[in-house]
T-cell receptor, first 117, second 119 residues
Framework: GNSVTQMEGPVTLSEEAFLTINCTYT??????LFWYVQYPGEGLQLLLK???ADDKGSNKGFEATYRKETTSFHLEKGSVQVSDSAVYFC????????????????WGLGTSLAVNP | GAVVSQHPSWVICKSGTSVKIECRSL??????MFWYRQFPKQSLMLMAT?????????EQGVEKDKFLINHASLTLSTLTVTSAHPEDSSFYIC???????????????FGEGSRLTVL
């Protein structure tokens, strides 16, 4: 079946450190891939996305590249800030042509990131 | 970007009472809405999917008579927790997919979440 696996947290970094949060997926067909972020006490918001192989999503200094050969979508940031402290979720969605009326996001378990000053 | 508003953001109720949470799409027509429950260790559990004008589709293990979902219009879905008990205390999050390119590629917009505490 379709699934998303992301590295377990919590991840604790010092400000300006390099961040990688690994995400791999299993899916039939050609899913879209997403990273969502949840800041403390808030709902989720889209951080970045990629809809086809080799696409790179980027936003707020974060990047992730859709690698079909390794079925991965790792999240990276070159220099994290205290304000990046949040929970990060990797997710996939199959296109409507595949999922039909059963379309939904398939979620990873989330990775908590704490950035210390 | 598209905005989804969820209300109330937090609610405290007595055991045995019912609580209604509203989810509104403010600037787009939400053909599909999803309700999630988030547990303390952050994992998201999909409770149900609702399409406008249709009965909600519940995930396995979610009691449809306890968690009533109504999606009567393209801008409003409600979740009612009936006869709430302390074990129903949780963070409930709605999300919406609308007409147009974003949902075609699977992007969802999320409400701010509602913290329910049942005493």
């Amino acid at each position: 079946g379709n699934s998303v696996t992301q590295m377990e947290g919590p991840v604790t970094l010092s400000e300006e450190a390099f961040l990688t949060i690994n995400c791999t997926y299993t899916a039939t067909g050609y899913p879209s891939l997403f990273w969502y972020v949840q800041y403390p006490g808030e709902g989720l918001q889209l951080l970045l996305k990629a809809t086809k192989a080799d696409d790179k999503g980027s936003n707020k200094g974060f990047e992730a590249t859709y690698r079909k050969e390794t079925t991965s979508f790792h999240l990276e940031k070159g220099s994290v800030q205290v304000s990046d402290s949040a929970v990060y979720f990797c997710a996939l969605s199959l296109p409507a042509s595949q999922a039909g009326n059963n379309r939904k996001l398939i979620w990873g378990l989330g990775t908590s990131l704490a950035v210390n000053p | 970007g598209a905005v989804v508003s969820q209300h109330p953001s937090w609610v405290i109720c007595k055991s045995g009472t019912s609580v209604k949470i509203e989810c509104r799409s403010l600037d787009f027509q939400a053909t599909t809405m999803f309700w999630y429950r988030q547990f303390p260790k952050q994992s998201l559990m999909l409770m149900a999917t609702s399409n406008e004008g249709s009965k909600a589709t519940y995930e396995q293990g979610v009691e449809k008579d306890k968690f009533l979902i109504n999606h009567a219009s393209l801008t409003l879905s409600t979740l009612t927790v009936t006869s709430a008990h302390p074990e129903d205390s949780s963070f409930y999050i709605c999300s919406a997919g609308g007409q147009g390119s974003s949902w075609e590629v699977g992007e969802l917009f999320f409400g701010e979440g509602s913290r329910l505490t049942v005493l």
